[in-house]
């Protein structure tokens, strides 16, 4: 989570007069599962790296957790989400995060704040659900399409490769990111994206087995 905070804390300094970077948690990928629990592990993670950086830090959730938690947010959801310096996917259940948050006023929310400089990290099925194709266990589906051409393959192993690349490509050959365990591809407005974690990110062009590029933690990808 530390090279997540740096991220919260860059932005957060862009933003007029303030320091104290603002994050907010999305649990839609946990919703048939225990999102309260993924909620308060983020939310210890956060504090705890914001402990080791010496700084103060504000964390909240936006639990949307069905299609009309998102298409009518309650109180102040939406001022969080575009306030936010930081929104954190968690991982989960692939098909829930396009399914509850596509066309919603909250997903043009976290547009919004992601086009004036915040933060969007994506975790597992929070990185699938951003690019412009995703598997999912019933069968492929489109994702938000904020990375339009590609598709992510989480829990990267080569051997996973073509065979979710027969299911998702179809008619279209897209290029792929696999991502490690335990490895995040955090992205931010007029910038590469950023590697953290404890592996490495690949990217493979369309059609091609062997990566065109490789970075490890701390290094960044070049996405259009």
């Known amino acids: 989570m530390d090279a997540l905070l740096d991220a919260a804390l860059d932005a957060a300094l862009d933003a007029a007069g303030r320091a104290t970077p603002r994050i907010v948690i999305v649990p839609t990928a946990v919703a048939r599962q225990r999102p309260e629990l993924a909620v308060a592990h983020g939310r210890r993670a956060f504090e705890a790296a914001a402990g080791r950086r010496g700084t103060a830090v504000e964390v909240s959730a936006v639990p949307l957790l069905r299609r009309e938690d998102a298409e009518q947010p309650a109180g102040q959801q939406l001022d969080r989400l575009e306030g936010a310096h930081l929104i954190h996917l968690p991982g989960g259940d692939p098909d829930l995060i396009p399914t509850v948050l596509r066309g ?24 699938m659900a951003m690019t412009e194709r995703l598997w999912t266990p019933t069968g492929t589906m489109d994702g938000l399409g904020l990375v339009p051409g590609y598709a992510v393959l989480p829990h990267f192993t080569p051997e996973r490769l073509p065979v979710w690349r027969r299911g998702v490509d179809g ?30 990110v690949r990217v493979f062009t369309p059609g091609v087995e062997a990566p065109a590029l490789e970075a490890h933690a701390g290094e960044t990808v070049q996405l259009p």
Do not use: K, N
């Open 104 to 127: 919603t006023p909250a997903w043009a929310a976290i547009r919004r704040a992601f086009s004036t400089g915040a933060c969007l990290a994506g975790a597992s099925a929070g990185a």
């Open 171 to 200: 008619t279209r050959p897209l290029a792929w990111i696999g991502i490690d365990e335990q490895t995040l591809l955090i992205g931010q407005p007029g910038s590469a994206w950023r590697v953290a974690g404890r592996g490495r």
